[in-house]
């Protein structure tokens, strides 16, 4: 993939593994719904949550961008997180959520709903700006003939 396949991929999808450093123990990984603003990735979460505990601690993030497609393609980003305390952004940013995992509008008819779910639960956002991906094309298995020639091979980081 080149850049522009690489960027056309993470505004094409819709969920992610979040991944990030835990206080104690190993890496924490959580499948996410993102959104894009230009080409930063938002993320609605509480703030009581690890995921934004964790950014306040160390804004170095991964996103493992899924396909949602067996078989599964995938696309590693990597990025700098901010967490975003506005009100107004939290409601949005879960509002834009809302209506992508419905695929469709349903936050107008329960903006008085999505509003009091912010607020009760305590939403921000998590802002990614990626600097850097890491694409390895799959190498899938359709059939038997599809292993004659498979090769597999190493990758590197590549700038966002």
Not at 28 to 50: C, E, H, K, N, Q
Not at 86 to 95: E, K, N, P, S, Y
Request: proline letters at 5%.
């Amino acid at each position: 993939m080149d850049r522009n396949e690489r960027r056309e991929f993470v505004r094409k999808h819709r969920t992610c593994v979040f991944g990030y450093g835990r206080k104690n123990d190993g890496p924490a990984m959580t499948v996410v719904y993102y959104v894009m603003d230009g080409d930063d990735l938002l993320i609605s979460t509480m703030a009581a949550r690890g995921k934004a505990q964790a950014v306040k601690r160390n804004p170095k993030v991964s996103l493992c961008i899924l396909d949602e497609r067996w078989p599964l393609t995938y696309l590693q980003v990597y990025g700098e997180a901010t967490l975003e305390e506005d009100f107004g952004q939290a409601v949005d940013v879960l509002r834009r959520v809302v209506d992508l995992m419905a695929g469709q509008d349903v936050s107008s008819a329960k903006l008085p709903e999505i509003e009091r779910m912010a607020r009760d639960e305590g939403r921000v956002v998590i802002r990614v700006r990626p600097y850097a991906t890491f694409a390895t094309p799959p190498r899938h298995v359709y059939q038997a003939e599809d292993l004659d020639g498979l090769t597999h091979f190493t990758s590197s980081s590549q700038p966002w």
